[in-house]
Protein backbone atom coordinates (compact mmCIF):
# COMPACT_ATOMS: atom_id res chain seq x y z
CA UNK A 1 0.00 0.00 0.00
CA UNK A 2 2.74 2.34 0.91
CA UNK A 3 4.36 1.67 -2.30
CA UNK A 4 1.31 2.64 -4.25
CA UNK A 5 0.98 6.12 -2.35
CA UNK A 6 4.53 6.92 -2.84
CA UNK A 7 4.28 6.24 -6.41
CA UNK A 8 0.74 7.42 -6.78
CA UNK A 9 2.38 10.91 -5.34
CA UNK A 10 5.40 10.92 -7.19
CA UNK A 11 3.58 10.06 -10.25
CA UNK A 12 1.45 12.87 -9.94
CA UNK A 13 4.03 15.84 -8.76
CA UNK A 14 6.56 14.39 -12.08
CA UNK A 15 3.66 14.96 -14.16
CA UNK A 16 2.61 18.08 -13.15
CA UNK A 17 6.30 19.20 -13.10
CA UNK A 18 7.02 18.22 -16.34
CA UNK A 19 3.69 19.38 -17.81
CA UNK A 20 4.86 23.07 -15.98
CA UNK A 21 8.06 23.06 -18.01
CA UNK A 22 5.94 21.90 -21.33
CA UNK A 23 3.85 24.60 -20.87
CA UNK A 24 6.56 27.31 -20.03
CA UNK A 25 8.11 26.43 -22.81
CA UNK A 26 5.72 26.58 -25.31
CA UNK A 27 4.69 29.78 -24.47
CA UNK A 28 8.54 31.22 -24.69
CA UNK A 29 8.42 29.81 -28.20
CA UNK A 30 5.37 31.00 -29.51
CA UNK A 31 6.52 34.54 -28.25
CA UNK A 32 9.83 34.01 -29.96
CA UNK A 33 7.77 33.04 -33.02
CA UNK A 34 6.38 36.17 -32.96
CA UNK A 35 10.03 38.17 -32.79
CA UNK A 36 9.91 39.10 -28.71
CA UNK A 37 13.23 37.98 -27.17
CA UNK A 38 13.13 36.54 -23.66
CA UNK A 39 16.27 36.77 -21.62
CA UNK A 40 17.25 33.71 -20.18
CA UNK A 41 17.29 34.66 -16.95
CA UNK A 42 13.92 35.86 -17.62
CA UNK A 43 13.07 32.09 -18.88
CA UNK A 44 14.63 30.30 -15.74
CA UNK A 45 12.66 32.66 -13.62
CA UNK A 46 9.50 31.93 -16.07
CA UNK A 47 9.99 27.98 -15.18
CA UNK A 48 10.37 28.83 -11.60
CA UNK A 49 7.08 30.55 -11.30
CA UNK A 50 5.38 28.13 -13.31
CA UNK A 51 6.62 25.66 -11.48
CA UNK A 52 5.16 27.23 -8.13
CA UNK A 53 2.47 28.75 -9.69
CA UNK A 54 1.00 26.07 -12.26
CA UNK A 55 1.86 22.76 -11.17
CA UNK A 56 0.24 23.15 -7.43
CA UNK A 57 -3.08 23.73 -9.71
CA UNK A 58 -2.47 21.30 -12.26
CA UNK A 59 -1.34 18.65 -10.18
CA UNK A 60 -4.92 18.37 -8.25
CA UNK A 61 -6.05 18.11 -11.99
CA UNK A 62 -3.77 14.86 -12.31
CA UNK A 63 -4.48 13.32 -9.42
CA UNK A 64 -8.61 13.30 -10.09
CA UNK A 65 -7.77 12.35 -12.97
CA UNK A 66 -4.96 9.64 -12.29
CA UNK A 67 -7.15 8.06 -9.28
CA UNK A 68 -9.68 7.39 -11.37
CA UNK A 69 -7.67 5.95 -13.98
CA UNK A 70 -5.29 4.11 -12.29
CA UNK A 71 -8.52 2.28 -10.31
CA UNK A 72 -9.75 1.58 -13.86
CA UNK A 73 -6.20 -0.35 -14.74
CA UNK A 74 -5.97 -1.78 -11.21
CA UNK A 75 -9.61 -3.49 -12.46
CA UNK A 76 -8.80 -4.11 -15.36
CA UNK A 77 -4.85 -5.97 -14.20
CA UNK A 78 -6.99 -7.73 -11.58
CA UNK A 79 -9.82 -9.18 -13.86
CA UNK A 80 -8.71 -8.83 -17.52
CA UNK A 81 -5.22 -9.54 -19.70
CA UNK A 82 -2.06 -8.27 -17.87
CA UNK A 83 -0.96 -5.74 -19.95
CA UNK A 84 2.08 -5.23 -17.55
CA UNK A 85 3.21 -1.59 -17.17
CA UNK A 86 2.04 -0.61 -20.08
CA UNK A 87 -1.74 0.19 -18.48
CA UNK A 88 -0.82 2.12 -16.27
CA UNK A 89 1.51 4.16 -18.75
CA UNK A 90 -1.62 3.97 -20.78
CA UNK A 91 -4.43 4.76 -18.12
CA UNK A 92 -1.73 7.89 -17.25
CA UNK A 93 -2.13 9.40 -20.51
CA UNK A 94 -5.88 8.69 -21.11
CA UNK A 95 -6.60 10.73 -17.45
CA UNK A 96 -4.54 13.65 -19.32
CA UNK A 97 -6.37 13.66 -22.50
CA UNK A 98 -9.45 13.43 -21.12
CA UNK A 99 -8.82 16.02 -18.70
CA UNK A 100 -7.59 18.40 -21.36
CA UNK A 101 -10.42 17.38 -23.70
CA UNK A 102 -13.31 18.13 -20.98
CA UNK A 103 -11.60 21.16 -19.93
CA UNK A 104 -11.97 22.24 -23.39
CA UNK A 105 -15.09 21.58 -23.88
CA UNK A 106 -16.66 22.75 -20.73
CA UNK A 107 -15.19 26.03 -21.20
CA UNK A 108 -15.35 26.39 -24.86
CA UNK A 109 -11.33 26.81 -25.52
CA UNK A 110 -8.16 25.89 -23.96
CA UNK A 111 -7.22 27.17 -20.69
CA UNK A 112 -3.89 25.66 -20.87
CA UNK A 113 -1.82 27.86 -23.37
CA UNK A 114 0.94 25.11 -23.57
CA UNK A 115 -2.06 22.11 -24.21
CA UNK A 116 -3.18 24.53 -27.11
CA UNK A 117 -3.19 22.56 -30.99
CA UNK A 118 -2.07 19.02 -31.64
CA UNK A 119 1.40 18.99 -30.45
CA UNK A 120 0.62 20.27 -27.55
CA UNK A 121 -1.86 18.28 -26.85
CA UNK A 122 0.46 15.26 -27.27
CA UNK A 123 3.11 16.75 -25.25
CA UNK A 124 0.97 17.18 -22.17
CA UNK A 125 -0.54 13.68 -22.82
CA UNK A 126 3.00 11.98 -23.25
CA UNK A 127 3.41 13.87 -19.80
CA UNK A 128 0.18 11.52 -18.20
CA UNK A 129 2.02 8.07 -20.11
CA UNK A 130 5.61 8.74 -18.39
CA UNK A 131 3.80 9.76 -15.08
CA UNK A 132 1.72 6.56 -15.49
CA UNK A 133 4.85 4.57 -15.62
CA UNK A 134 6.49 5.79 -13.04
CA UNK A 135 3.83 4.66 -10.92
CA UNK A 136 3.96 1.60 -12.22
CA UNK A 137 7.49 1.04 -11.73
CA UNK A 138 7.27 2.23 -8.35
CA UNK A 139 4.13 0.25 -7.15
CA UNK A 140 5.43 -3.13 -8.64
CA UNK A 141 8.94 -2.36 -6.89
CA UNK A 142 9.07 -5.21 -3.77
Avoid: C, N
Amino acid sequence: MKRRLVGFALAVLSTAALSSLIQTLRVHAGLGAMGVEIPFGLRLSAIGQDLLGFAPTYAAIVAGGFLIAFLVAGLIRRYGKPLGPWLHALAGGAAILTALLTMDALLGMSVIAGARGASGIALFTLAGVLGGALFARISAQR
